[in-house]
Nanobody, 114 residues
Framework: QVQVVESGGGLVQAGGSLRLSCAAS????????MNWYRQPGKQRELVATI??????NYASSVKGRFTVSRDNAKNTVYLTMNSLKPEDTAVYYC?????????WGQGTQVTVSS
Protein backbone atom coordinates (compact mmCIF):
# COMPACT_ATOMS: atom_id res chain seq x y z
CA GLN A 1 0.00 0.00 0.00
CA VAL A 2 1.16 3.51 -0.84
CA GLN A 3 0.15 6.61 1.06
CA VAL A 4 0.13 9.96 -0.72
CA VAL A 5 -0.09 13.30 1.09
CA GLU A 6 -0.25 16.69 -0.59
CA SER A 7 0.36 20.05 1.04
CA GLY A 8 0.99 23.67 0.16
CA GLY A 9 -2.30 24.91 -1.22
CA GLY A 10 -3.88 28.17 -0.22
CA LEU A 11 -5.18 31.55 -1.32
CA VAL A 12 -2.97 33.78 -3.44
CA GLN A 13 -3.47 36.87 -5.56
CA ALA A 14 -3.16 36.75 -9.31
CA GLY A 15 0.48 36.97 -10.35
CA GLY A 16 1.62 35.28 -7.16
CA SER A 17 3.31 31.95 -6.54
CA LEU A 18 2.72 28.77 -4.60
CA ARG A 19 4.61 25.52 -4.19
CA LEU A 20 2.77 22.27 -3.70
CA SER A 21 4.38 19.19 -2.22
CA CYS A 22 3.42 15.54 -2.49
CA ALA A 23 5.06 12.87 -0.38
CA ALA A 24 4.72 9.15 -0.99
CA SER A 25 5.31 6.52 1.66
CA UNK A 26 4.89 2.78 1.88
CA UNK A 27 6.63 -0.48 2.44
CA UNK A 28 7.53 -1.30 -1.15
CA UNK A 29 8.07 1.79 -3.23
CA UNK A 30 9.13 1.52 -6.84
CA UNK A 31 7.80 4.75 -8.30
CA UNK A 32 7.46 5.00 -12.06
CA UNK A 33 6.07 8.54 -12.25
CA MET A 34 4.49 11.25 -10.17
CA ASN A 35 1.72 13.35 -11.67
CA TRP A 36 -0.16 16.50 -10.73
CA TYR A 37 -3.79 16.88 -11.74
CA ARG A 38 -6.30 19.60 -11.02
CA GLN A 39 -10.06 19.64 -10.86
CA PRO A 40 -11.76 23.01 -11.13
CA GLY A 41 -15.19 21.48 -11.69
CA LYS A 42 -16.31 18.02 -12.66
CA GLN A 43 -13.39 17.10 -14.87
CA ARG A 44 -9.88 16.32 -13.66
CA GLU A 45 -7.07 17.41 -15.95
CA LEU A 46 -3.41 16.48 -16.06
CA VAL A 47 -1.19 19.43 -15.22
CA ALA A 48 2.34 18.03 -15.05
CA THR A 49 4.18 14.78 -14.85
CA ILE A 50 7.68 13.67 -13.96
CA UNK A 51 9.06 10.18 -14.53
CA UNK A 52 11.54 8.24 -12.46
CA UNK A 53 14.16 9.24 -15.00
CA UNK A 54 13.36 12.92 -14.58
CA UNK A 55 11.49 13.52 -17.83
CA UNK A 56 8.78 16.13 -17.50
CA ASN A 57 5.68 17.08 -19.40
CA TYR A 58 3.20 19.92 -18.94
CA ALA A 59 -0.26 20.92 -20.01
CA SER A 60 -0.10 23.75 -22.51
CA SER A 61 -2.06 26.00 -20.16
CA VAL A 62 0.70 25.93 -17.53
CA LYS A 63 3.84 25.54 -19.64
CA GLY A 64 6.36 28.24 -18.80
CA ARG A 65 4.63 29.07 -15.48
CA PHE A 66 4.66 25.78 -13.58
CA THR A 67 7.66 23.58 -12.82
CA VAL A 68 7.53 20.01 -11.57
CA SER A 69 10.51 18.57 -9.71
CA ARG A 70 11.19 15.63 -7.44
CA ASP A 71 13.42 14.55 -4.60
CA ASN A 72 13.91 10.84 -5.10
CA ALA A 73 15.52 10.36 -1.70
CA LYS A 74 12.39 11.73 -0.04
CA ASN A 75 9.90 10.23 -2.53
CA THR A 76 8.50 13.72 -2.87
CA VAL A 77 7.36 15.70 -5.87
CA TYR A 78 6.91 19.47 -6.00
CA LEU A 79 4.86 21.73 -8.20
CA THR A 80 6.12 25.29 -8.27
CA MET A 81 3.44 27.57 -9.67
CA ASN A 82 4.36 31.10 -10.76
CA SER A 83 2.36 33.86 -12.42
CA LEU A 84 -0.83 32.33 -11.12
CA LYS A 85 -4.12 33.22 -12.78
CA PRO A 86 -7.69 32.99 -11.48
CA GLU A 87 -8.29 30.14 -13.91
CA ASP A 88 -5.67 28.10 -12.04
CA THR A 89 -8.13 27.88 -9.15
CA ALA A 90 -8.84 24.19 -8.49
CA VAL A 91 -8.28 21.29 -6.18
CA TYR A 92 -4.85 19.91 -7.03
CA TYR A 93 -4.25 16.18 -6.74
CA CYS A 94 -1.08 14.16 -6.78
CA UNK A 95 -0.96 10.72 -8.31
CA UNK A 96 1.91 8.39 -7.54
CA UNK A 97 2.37 5.61 -10.07
CA UNK A 98 4.00 2.81 -8.15
CA UNK A 99 4.67 -0.50 -9.91
CA UNK A 100 2.31 0.82 -12.60
CA UNK A 101 -0.61 1.28 -10.20
CA UNK A 102 -1.92 4.76 -9.39
CA UNK A 103 -2.35 6.05 -5.85
CA TRP A 104 -4.02 9.38 -5.10
CA GLY A 105 -3.75 11.94 -2.39
CA GLN A 106 -6.67 13.77 -0.82
CA GLY A 107 -6.11 16.96 -2.80
CA THR A 108 -5.21 20.49 -1.82
CA GLN A 109 -7.18 23.61 -2.69
CA VAL A 110 -5.55 26.41 -4.64
CA THR A 111 -7.52 29.63 -4.97
CA VAL A 112 -6.25 32.54 -7.05
CA SER A 113 -8.03 35.85 -6.54
CA SER A 114 -8.18 38.53 -9.21
Amino acid sequence: QVQVVESGGGLVQAGGSLRLSCAASGSSLNINAMNWYRQPGKQRELVATITSGGSTNYASSVKGRFTVSRDNAKNTVYLTMNSLKPEDTAVYYCEVVNKWLGYWGQGTQVTVSS
